[in-house]
């Protein structure tokens, strides 16, 4: 029995490994001065390269222990995210640990985005020591904040109330991206609540006048339209993703949408055409995921908008901005060229191994969304042709065809319909509409 | 609200392209845009400079002026407009006054005219100027009667001419013109080149 039990002993006593030692790295000589990483970070802020400004804080942040290195990254990373970049909080603030105790608005950022990250993790208590840093009722970001914790707890009604006051309030213009954040919740939480008229008032009145334009709000904006049934006006709002600036705004869900107009207005052509434009983007895409082929051969699917590869998007995204940024290296002066080339050497490498951690992950899904979405749109053609076959509808009286009218010359107004061809034009972005026939015979119910 | 202001500020201050390539359809389904045209008021007051560059012997600026009254999108009457003109002797009058003799003075000039037309607005539409800026505009053409005053007589004469105005806003645009006066007597030309703008109330 002893004998047993000295060898189970073993046998487990084997499997603990003695422990390791602490990680530890040089680091090269061009970046061991802080002073350096500091000036380098200035000089990137200075001339308006956030990603890189952004990267250079962050390898800060892990490399010095030194308070004043690690406020200058601190600081530049508040300042990036007030400009509008959405790296994830949660991972550069939770370790925070310096306590910069100014008047500035970095101090109460600091704090706030501190209390932030302690939330997510659970640390209520740690959070709350945070917030109580800061002067809770007069900081907008904190209402804000409030707001999207109550949205994810799904009490819409409570958060479009600590919504009201900032968005009555009047912002200084450089505070134009966190307004717009703020309206931009508060029509979604509207189109939670089914309030679509009010929430299509909000992209309409705000955000879709606002630049630079965000894609997704004319997507959101076209959700609302389908479900008020102003379905010429809902497709109409998506012509606007198929400008050539909209291009990176890579999501299948304009697909979706369009599938579902083309259903109410029982429209075969227009299904199979939808079917065609869909095949002639992703279709080789397609017929590869189909035939097995390595997805990370796939560049589609490293730039399609799924909600669930969100942190793999951002990294691709940083990666490349940083590639473009450095192309300018040049400008950086000569006593930092050498640990600028020193920076964008390293975090190329630095992405890349980070990116790979995602990659595998959200190219399944990816693939796994086109794929579906493809057989989506070739059932629902099936199915609006199968209806076309339906006696009420083959009897059914036909619509007129509809044309564009070349002007309404009314005495007060004088309305024009410019028919598109192949422009845009900035000023007609929230007034196109489809002129769609519907095959069902007296139209879609309105 | 606040945003509602803040939205309209940066509509206008933030650069982007005015103007880009797309389709021309989404799915076969033909795009309209459904625009309510910058459309002035009914009633434009117009003010300008201008020269009358034609006369041999004096160059003509003018200031200028009208009121105009918008029946439709296409029919207008310019009530009144008329300019009035200062004159500046070309070398040509000074050359005749050293080598003939000749006394400036008795060499007739402009002094004003004054006309009622109706207009005729064929064309709207918008440019984009440099990708970047859009700007509505408007042609129009316009024919009557008038008087031409110079500093021998008075006289009557026909008034045809051709404007484009390019909006700022409803109430403002900046305007460009070629006037012609044509004198019933006799046939001469007092054209002018007009620049100005104009309110719409």
């Known amino acids: 029995m002893k004998k047993l039990i000295l060898i189970l002993f073993l046998i487990s006593a084997s499997g603990f490994a003695a422990p390791k030692k602490k990680w530890s790295g040089t680091i090269p000589k061009e970046g061991q001065d802080p002073k350096q990483w500091k000036e380098l970070i200035g000089h990137f802020m200075e001339k308006g390269k956030f990603h890189s400004a952004l990267a250079a804080s962050l390898r800060v942040q892990t490399l010095f222990d030194e308070v004043s290195s690690k406020e200058t990254a601190y600081r530049a990373i508040a300042q990036v995210i007030e400009k509008g970049y959405t790296y994830p909080l949660a991972q550069v603030f939770e370790r925070a640990d310096i306590e910069p105790a100014d008047d500035s608005p970095f101090v109460t950022n600091y704090f706030f985005y501190k209390g932030k990250a302690n939330a997510r993790k659970g640390l209520d208590r740690w959070a709350s020591a945070h917030f109580g840093r800061i002067e809770k009722d007069t900081f907008p970001k904190y209402r804000f904040y409030q707001a999207l914790t109550l949205y994810e707890k799904g009490k819409l009604d409570e958060a479009i109330e600590q919504l009201k006051p900032l968005l009555d309030k009047d912002f200084p213009v450089e505070e134009q991206l966190f307004i717009t954040k703020v309206a931009r919740t508060y029509a979604r939480l509207l189109f939670e609540k089914a309030e679509y008229a009010k929430s299509l008032g909000v992209y309409d009145s705000f955000l879709l006048k606002t630049n630079p334009m965000v894609p997704s709000d004319w997507l959101e904006a076209a959700w609302n339209l389908y479900y008020l049934r102003r379905y010429e006006e809902a497709l109409g709002y998506l012509f606007n993703l198929e400008a050539a600036s909209s291009d990176t705004f890579n999501t299948l869900e304009r697909y979706v949408l369009r599938a579902l107009v083309y259903r109410e207005y029982c429209s075969a052509p227009r299904m199979q055409a939808l079917l065609e434009v869909f095949e002639s983007k992703y279709g080789e895409t397609v017929v590869a995921i189909k035939n097995g082929l390595p997805l990370a051969q796939m560049a589609q699917l490293k730039t399609l908008k799924v909600t669930e590869n969100e942190v793999y998007l951002q990294a691709t995204n940083l990666k490349r901005e940083l590639a473009r940024e450095a192309q300018a290296v040049g400008e950086v002066p000569d006593e930092l060229s050498d640990i600028a080339e020193h920076f964008y050497s390293t975090e190329a490498k630095e992405s890349t191994a980070h990116i790979s951690l995602y990659e595998d992950e959200a190219l399944e899904r990816a693939a796994s969304q086109l794929v579906t979405l493809h057989e989506n749109i070739k059932f629902l053609k099936f199915d609006v042709e199968r209806e076309a076959y339906k006696p009420e509808v083959i009897f059914r009286k036909k619509a007129a065809a509809v044309k564009p009218k070349l002007q309404d010359d009314g005495e007060a107004n004088f309305v024009l319909h410019w028919e598109q061809d192949g422009e845009f034009w900035r000023d007609e972005r929230l007034k196109y509409r489809a002129l769609i026939v519907s095959e069902c015979g007296e139209g879609p119910a309105k | ?201």
């Not at chain 2, 033909?30 to 309510?36: H, P, R």
């Open chain 2, 1 to 201: 609200m606040g945003m509602g202001l803040l939205g309209l500020f940066l509509f206008f201050v933030t650069p982007s392209l005015a103007n880009e390539e797309a389709p021309k359809n989404l799915d076969g389904v033909t795009v309209e845009a459904v625009e309510t045209y910058r459309n002035p008021k009914s009633l434009e007051l117009a003010a300008g400079a201008g020269i009358f560059p034609l006369d041999p012997y004096y160059m003509g600026f003018g200031l200028n002026g009208g009121l105009t009254y918008y029946l439709s999108t296409s029919f207008a009457w310019e009530i009144i407009g008329g300019s009035y003109a200062f004159s500046v002797q070309k070398d040509l009058t000074a050359q005749l006054a050293k080598d003939y003799g000749v006394n400036p003075d008795v060499i007739e000039k402009l002094e004003y005219t004054v006309s009622s037309n109706l207009v005729l607005i064929p064309s709207y539409g918008k440019s984009v100027i440099f990708r970047s800026f859009l700007q509505s505009f408007r042609t129009a053409f316009f024919a009557g009667g008038g008087l031409v005053k110079t500093s021998v007589s008075s006289f009557p004469a026909v008034s045809i001419g051709f404007r484009s105005d390019s909006y700022l806003t409803e109430a403002f645009s900046w305007r460009w013109e070629v006037r012609d006066y044509i004198a019933v007597k006799d046939g001469k030309n007092y054209l002018s080149i007009n620049v100005g703008t104009t309110v719409s109330f």
